[in-house]
């Protein structure tokens, strides 16, 4: 006997980091269903627009004002995908990542259906973030999480997979600095935002000698290429070794069989099941 196959219909919210807009990218492009995706325009965009032309994602760009005004004509019917980009800036202060993406999944109600979060815990700034959602979002959310429902750390654990495949990473490789295709390819800005340049200006970051000084005293003596197959593969190795270069690192290339899209998969089939008719 036959059954009815319930399709998807509605809006779902992607907010990225651009960190991690390799996988969302993976996720549109995989997924065989008709889809409307939409853009809201900001500055955050810049790496995503070639990424999404290159391929061959069709998408409308469009205003954030005009889409929280209702003054968009993003259709309720069907499958409608939002994509939100966030600044990379946020992960400066986990205190601010926190309380700001929180305060901008508060205006997703209402205009959109489910929201996928393309965030890890970023310096645990998001920890609770699926407890806090279940009580303040009228809406449900979904976050890169394990196949035991454990959140993933950040842009690197992702890929991996697990917070405790990413440990035994760490185990393995220290004193290194991991370049995913997303990290090499906006090496410069992901460094100004971490931990260790905090309070730098970016004038300081472009002079090889301070910046190989600061990586020193953290113990940094090689840089780890983490192939994921996804995003900028055209200019990946290119930038690898270029960070390599300009920081005095020895690059090195992860081993294979640590990378997988476990939890790509994961955060989208459920973002999809909430817009389930």
């Known amino acids: 006997m036959g059954y009815e196959v319930k399709m998807e219909s509605g809006r779902l919210m992607m907010i990225a980091c651009p960190l991690l807009e390799d996988e969302m990218i993976y996720n549109l492009i995989t997924d065989p269903d008709e889809k409307r995706i939409f853009l809201l325009a900001n500055k955050n965009i810049e790496t995503l627009l070639p990424k999404l032309r290159s391929n061959n994602v069709e998408f409308e760009q469009i205003s954030e004002e005009d889409f929280f005004n209702e003054n968009a004509n993003v259709p309720r019917e069907g499958y409608n995908v939002i994509i939100w980009m966030m600044n990379l800036g946020l992960h400066s202060e986990p205190k601010d990542l926190a309380s700001e993406i929180r305060r901008l999944m508060l205006t997703v109600p209402g205009h959109a259906d489910g929201i996928a979060l393309y965030y890890g815990l970023c310096g645990n700034g998001l920890e609770g973030i699926l407890e806090w959602g279940s009580e303040n979002l009228p809406i449900p959310m979904t976050i890169f999480t394990d196949g035991e429902g454990k959140l993933c750390d950040d842009c690197i654990c992702v890929p991996l997979g697990s917070s405790k495949k990413y440990l035994s990473l760490m185990k393995e490789h220290t004193g ?59 200019n990946f190795q290119e930038k690898c070794e270029e960070y390599a270069t300009e920081a005095e690192l020895e690059l090195i290339e992860l081993e294979d069989g640590w990378v997988s899209t476990e939890a790509a998969d994961r955060i989208y089939a459920q973002a999809k099941s909430f817009l389930r008719e």
């Open 176 to 234: 290194v600095m991991y370049l995913t295709p997303a990290v090499a390819c906006s090496w410069r800005e992901f460094l100004y935002h971490t931990e260790l340049f905090k309070g730098m200006d970016k004038i300081d970051m472009s002079h090889r000698e301070f910046m190989k000084l600061l990586l020193d005293m953290a113990g940094y003596k090689q840089c780890l290429k983490i192939q994921t197959n996804l995003g900028d593969q055209a």
